[in-house]
Structures are given as C-alpha cells and as structure tokens.
C-alpha cells in the first residue's frame, strides 16, 4: 500500500464559505456546533436523536452521480464526516432581489407554519425535494417528510405550499443550482487524498484517505468505534452519553460506496446508503422498495447504511432478516484479508457477532430472486412511518411443479436475541403442498424457534402471534387464498 498523507483539519463548505477546522471532538455534532459555534440558529434541536426534523440541513457531497444534496439530521450527524462535502443550513436560502425563497413565501401564503419551531426543518427538506422534483405528487411529498414532525398538526397547509411552490420560482433558477458548477469545482479541490488524524485518547479522530487506508487503521486500533452513518452513532452520543474516541469516520468513503450486478448477485459496499441502494433494489427486488421506504425518515435513509445496520447486530435491524431470506452473503475484511460468509452466520449472540477484533463488514452480495420465486417482507411497527420495528418478517418461496414446497427460507428480527431463521417452520414446509392446512400445520410449530420477549414495542403474545400471521398473509398473498386470520385473546375480548 503506497504512502498516505496525513493533515490534522477538516475541510468543508458552509453555505458560501470555506472551512477549516483543526480541532474536533470525536463526538461533536453539526447540529452543536451550528448553533453554538456560528450563531446559526435556524437550525432547532427537538428529539436528538433524528426522529422529528427540526434540525434538517442539506448536504452535498460528490459521487458517481455528480454534486447530490440530500437532507439529513444535523442533531445526529459528525462534524467528523463533513469532510468535503457543502453544508446549507436554512440562512442559505434567499429570494430574487432580497425576498424570501419560493419554499418560505409558499408556507408563508399557505399557513404552513403555525407555532414556527419545526418551520425551518420542513423548509430545508421541502428545499431538498424542489430541487429533485419541482412538482412532486402526493406520495413523493409524504415521503420527502416523513422524518419531519409537526406538533401543531399543520401538515395539510404544508402539502399545499410544497405543490405551490414552483409558482413562486423555478428550480433551475435557483441560486443553489446556479452554483452548482463552482461548489463543485470547490468540493473537488477538497479531495486531496490525505488521511485526517486529530489528537490522541479521548479526542482522537480519523478519517481514512480510502477504503485501503481504513483497512489499515483499524487493524491498528481495533477497538476504534467506526461510524458510517452516525444514526445509531448518533444516539449513542446524544441519548446515553457515551464516549466514542477514538472514533473512524467512514461515511462516503472511496472504495465502499459502490453497487454492482454481475450474474444474477447485487454487491452493494458497506457505506451505501438505504436512499443510494434504492433504486436498483426496488426495481430488481421489488418488496424491498416499500420496506425501505419505512426505514427512519428521509434524513436517516440519506444518512443510514445498509453494511452498519447489518454491522451492529442489532436484532430489531430491519435489513437483515429479508437479506437472510434471499440468501445474502457477508464479505469481511481485516488488512488485506477478506472471508465471505453466509450472513445468517454473523450473528452469533445478543451483541456478538462472527467479526474478530480490527476487521470490518466491507460488502453485501444479494441474490437476485428468479423470476418464479415469491418473495415478501412485512414489518409490524406501532405507527406505520418512522418507527422501530415490533417484528419483521421475511419469506422467500420456491415452488416444485407439482404445488409443493421446494425450499423455503423464513427470517425475522424482534424475535430474537439476533435477526433468525425459524428452521422448525422451514422443515415443517418443505416437501409439502403449499396449501392452507400446511400453512397452519407449521404455524404450531413457531414455539420451537422463538420464544419472544416483552418490552415497550409490544408484548412476547403478540409478537408470536403476529409472527405466525405473517406466514399466514404471505400464503394469502401467493395463492389469493381467503382464510381468517388469528386474533390474540385481548382482541377477541
């Protein structure tokens, strides 16, 4: 590996300025620093933790596709991943001759604020929106919103001003894409290279110069804490108080941020993130789409990977169970060595996973499902958007010409200790007519896989009994079947 060059600042740009930062904690936040440091106070602090939006700020980074902006949770995100990226915070936007921006003068005329605290949040993500789609549809404005919280429950005067708004301005015209040529021009002089290395101990930061270097790093320290996209990260910080130096950042880092397909297998790096994976998983898989677009808000699919959520190992993680299913492959890497493993065998325990000290999670690789294979996930939340899954359930399906079950791979999360095959159910499928009594004969046998927990999300007799109705709904929804679907005692009552 050739020489990397080192420099201890972090380089970015702030609405129009250039800037350079030579002292940074591990831990200090965009959203903190905004407010504290540069008296920009538009950007509000609701949650911390990148549920409600009011601290909703672009960013704009370079990638395969040009200068992309994106809406994040500044509460949430590093000063340590802005490296070479521009930051704009609502101060940023300005109208022609000194009046207010298209998206302001609409919630203005359309009564889209009312107590105003939330205001520059949906602003900046109705800003992001505009920009891709000057004239968006319903669906499009929901889900440009949905990481954005209002109390006053203003949401009908604010889908009005965001159709309305193009009528105050056109997109193109707009002083951020009228700059586009030169912040990029600004951004790519940025990319110098170099690794960043700040202090030592308690403060100590890096930013690798690319995959390679990272690889390097963290052999060295394996006891870094290396953060993608900061939204489990984040809270760590801002919810438990948790110290993170040294801290690796590895956000949109060169070498783990590409998605490829060769021969029927989608490889996907560890730094992709759920709204960069979207397209081309929806389109090859399509009940992906719809899951995805339940994942967080819009700031947290910008923000959020698909290699850190399977890296954490959490158990209510929402890709790992349907990736399981279709057969999804891990590449792990320490230095220079890699292994490929199947993914269901990461996740050995509650909090430990098959990943020796200093190696990484550096890529996926999905099985594209033949065309003649069923496959579904269903995620159970208290709320449909923006919430933390109860349980997940996933199915992949393969029938033989008979109607019988050739193969069949069944996982979920909140289940269990670790996201978790229920291979009881498999066997009692397999090699069986895949009618209505099999379905309910092998719903019996979901207490031999799980035995399901109680907390906050939902009870462990609900879980199981929404577990064993997901097997259910995914045979009425492969065969058009009508058959009742079991109810908990408490909803009988």
């Known amino acids: 590996m050739a020489k990397v060059n080192i420099r201890n600042e972090i380089r970015f740009i702030l609405n129009g300025r250039d800037i350079a930062l030579s002292s940074v904690a591990p831990d200090a936040t965009l959203l903190d620093w905004l407010r504290l440091d540069r008296s920009l106070r538009g950007t509000k602090e609701g949650c911390a933790e990148g549920d409600c939006g009011a601290c909703t700020v672009l960013i704009g980074k370079l990638s395969a596709a040009g200068l ?9 995100r590093f000063l340590g991943s802005l490296d070479g990226t521009h930051v704009v915070t609502v101060e940023h936007l300005r109208g022609e001759a000194g009046q207010l921006h298209p998206v ?99 403060t100590r930061l890096v930013v690798p110069a690319d995959a390679d270097d990272f690889a390097s790093v963290f052999e060295k320290e394996p006891t870094a804490t290396v953060v993608a996209g900061s939204t489990d990260v984040g809270l760590w910080v801002t919810k438990h108080m948790r110290e993170i130096s040294p801290a690796i950042f590895i956000g949109n880092l060169p070498g783990l941020c590409t998605i ?15 709204t960069e994976a979207f397209s081309i ?13 339940r994942i967080g808000g819009e700031q947290v699919r910008n923000m959020g990977t698909i290699g850190g959520n399977v890296a954490n190992g959490s158990p209510i993680g929402d890709t790992p169970p349907p990736l399981i299913a279709l057969g999804a492959r891990l590449t792990l890497r320490k230095g220079k060595t890699r292994r490929t493993i199947p993914l269901q065998d990461f996740f050995i325990a509650y ?11 550096e890529a996926l690789h999905v099985p594209v499902p033949a065309k003649d294979v069923k496959f579904a996930v269903y995620k159970v939340t ?80 609900y879980r199981a009994l929404a577990a064993k109705n997901l097997l259910l709904r995914f045979y009425v929804e492969t065969t058009g079947t009508k058959v009742p679907v079991q109810v908990s005692r408490s909803e009988a009552a």
């Open 281 to 293: 998983l929806s389109k090859r898989i399509p009940a992906l789409g719809p899951l995805f677009d």
């Open 382 to 461: 208290k709320r449909r958007d923006e919430d933390i899954t109860a349980t997940l359930g996933a199915f992949c399906l393969a029938l033989a010409k008979d109607g019988t079950v050739a193969d069949i791979r069944i996982a979920y999360g909140g289940m269990a200790a670790t996201p978790k095959r229920v291979a009881a159910v498999e066997q009692a499928l397999i090699g069986k007519a895949w009618n209505e009594a099999t379905v309910e004969a092998a719903m019996a046998e979901y207490a031999k896989d799980f035995t399901p927990l109680t907390d906050m999300r939902a009870s462990a007799e």
């Open 68 to 76: 992309v902006y994106e809406s994040v949770n500044a509460c949430i």
């Open 260 to 274: 490829t397909e060769d021969d029927g297998v989608i490889s996907i790096g560890a730094g992709v993130t759920y």
């Open 351 to 361: 909090g430990k996973q098959d990943r020796q000290p200093g190696e990484f999670v």
């Open 104 to 202: 302001q003068q609409a919630m203005v005329d359309f009564h889209g604020s009312q107590c105003g605290f939330c205001t520059p949040g949906f602003v900046m993500s109705l800003y992001g929106l505009w920009m891709k789609s000057p004239d968006p549809s319903d669906a499009t404005i929901e889900k440009a919103l949905q990481g954005n919280l209002c109390r006053c429950t203003g949401y009908e005067a604010i889908m009005r001003a965001a159709h309305a708004i193009s009528s105050y301005g056109k997109a193109a015209k707009d002083p951020l894409a009228a700059e586009r040529r030169d912040i990029t021009t600004r951004l790519q002089a940025l990319r110098d290279g170099a690794r960043i290395e700040m202090d030592s101990g308690k």
